[in-house]
């Protein structure tokens, strides 16, 4: 089975502008959800999607949003781009038949 | 609010010996608990798991021991190698049960000298 998997890698983006990440999650599983990476911060959830409803959110402010499409991928979209959005943003889809999150390899996001 | 704790952001052993990473919570209603290893710039990779049912998970060479009176648990890594040099994060379930979500640990950096 293909694992998570998600674009770009790489994105450079200004103060202002804003960003769409993508995921594609583990075939079957229904469930996404997405964190965010800084090395002051650590892992924080943002957000999860499951049959294209957000189910769950994090405690981020509502520049960032989501939304999950009839085959499971899922977006997240960032608005008015903050120097301090600069993270590793990761996704994650979940399989219940292991009960565990999988995780993709991250789109590394800098904001100049 | 730090919700899982992991105190010790780095743990150096020699190649061979047990590598004990530790995590605590405190958050009562957690009831499921994962350990992740993470390399510099990829996603974290699954290790091992426990329910709040067991005291014990083994698989391989890694073990995860929960102590649910003292909200703790550890991870064992023996023997430990070179290559299991990476940043470990410890994660719980919400108490909500919704296993979508999940709350990290600081991460602890393992080094293991060959």
């Known amino acids: 089975k293909a694992g998570v998997t998600q674009t770009p890698r790489y994105l450079i983006k200004t103060r202002g502008q804003q960003v769409t990440l993508s995921c594609s999650p583990i075939s079957g599983h229904r469930s996404v959800s997405w964190y965010q990476q800084t090395p002051g911060q650590g892992l924080q959830f943002l957000f999860e999607?499951?049959?294209?409803?957000?189910?769950n959110k994090g405690n981020f402010p509502g520049r960032f949003s989501g939304r999950q499409f009839s085959n499971s991928r899922s977006e997240m979209n960032v608005s008015t781009l903050e120097l301090g959005d600069s993270a590793l943003y990761l996704c994650?889809?979940?399989?219940?038949?292991?009960?565990?999150?999988?995780f993709g390899p991250g789109t590394r996001l800098t904001v100049l | 609010d730090q919700q899982v704790k992991q105190n010790s952001p780095s743990l150096s052993v020699q190649e061979g010996r047990i590598s004990i990473l530790n995590c605590d919570y405190t958050?009562?209603?957690?009831?499921?608990f994962l350990w992740y290893k993470k390399y510099p710039a990829e996603g974290p990779t699954f290790l091992i798991s426990?329910?709040?049912?067991?005291d014990k998970n083994e698989d391989g060479r890694f073990t995860v021991f929960l102590n649910k009176s003292a909200k703790h648990l550890s991870l064992h890594i023996v023997p430990s190698q070179p290559g299991d040099s990476a940043v470990y994060f410890c994660?719980?379930?919400?108490?909500?049960?919704?296993?979508?979500?999940?709350?990290f640990g600081q991460g602890t950096t393992l080094q293991v000298k060959p």
């Open positions: 999607y499951f049959s294209e409803t957000q189910r």
């Open positions: 994660a719980a379930s919400a108490p909500s049960g919704n296993t979508g979500k999940l709350i």
């Open positions: 994650a889809s979940y399989g219940y038949s292991t009960d565990t999150q999988y």
């Open positions: 958050n009562s209603m957690f009831d499921y």
């Open positions: 426990i329910s709040s049912i067991k």
